[in-house]
């Protein structure tokens, strides 16, 4: 598909002196959507007694801004890390790129506009990262296996490359600057202590930024639903003369997830992740029964 949309409705900036907001909302500017979806269903094996089937699907999408207001080529969302730029996602992240710590001193390190190291964070360093919280590969892929009444069912989603900004890190590693706060065990054993060490999390005192460190990539593998069912032969049903189906059935959701994401759980739709509750564990047992 190539879809294009205009007169979109988004956040236009203005001055803070008017309203107060910093922004207002107006129908302006246009984006390119361009995809392909695919959808596999199939019958592996299939007897009289035996069955075996399975299913995939999987969709990749291109978003780009084309065209903002009153021939703007790009503005920075107030508020956020991201940046609207005509030829990038509305989505992608707009930030400073972390360069690690230096191991002699414990300093905090970034990188420049231009690609230098430097100590100092500042706002001009920013840049547009490549990376978007608007996913733009995802699908999910399953099986289903019966035997003389007897089922098995599984389904698994997933999604790649989609980024999140992990707020939960930002306070729980940002040195005790926000000592009022859960604090995370890796300030004890990761931190810069003395010279030589190598690691993510500079010496004590150095508060973190919020920049590219705390941005992950929530790519995850999960197994949404597991099912597993036995439905009574017809012929033993006849003899009751009013049952015609009955199953029952024991069936798990979100039971495992794959994901390197650090957060609780990565199936998560904002920019920016505060204390998701993560999506529960959950299991079901049932009976089916038609008249």
Known sequence: ?????SDMLMSVPQSYTNGGFGFRWDNIGAMVN???ELNLTGTVISTRDFAWSLNANVSYNHNEITELYNGVREYEIASSDLKYVVGH?????YMNRYAGVNPANGDALWYT???EITTEYREEDKVMTGKSYNTPWMGGFGT???WKGISLSAQFS???????????RYFEENNGNYSGYNQSKRLLYDRWKQPGDVTDIPRYGVVAQQDDRFLENSSFIRLKNLTISYSFPK?????TRFLSAVRIYLQGQ???TFTDFTGLDPEYAGNVYIGQYPATRQYTMGIDITF
């Open 1 to 5: 598909y190539h879809k294009k949309t």
């Open 34 to 36: 361009r995809g392909v």
């Open 89 to 93: 996602s509305i989505g992608e992240f």
């Open 113 to 115: 506009k231009d690609g």
């Open 144 to 146: 289903t296996l019966s």
């Open 158 to 168: 997933w999604m790649a490359d989609r980024w999140v900004f992990n707020n939960d």
């Open 235 to 239: 012929e033993l049903l006849r003899k």
């Open 254 to 256: 979100n039971l495992l």
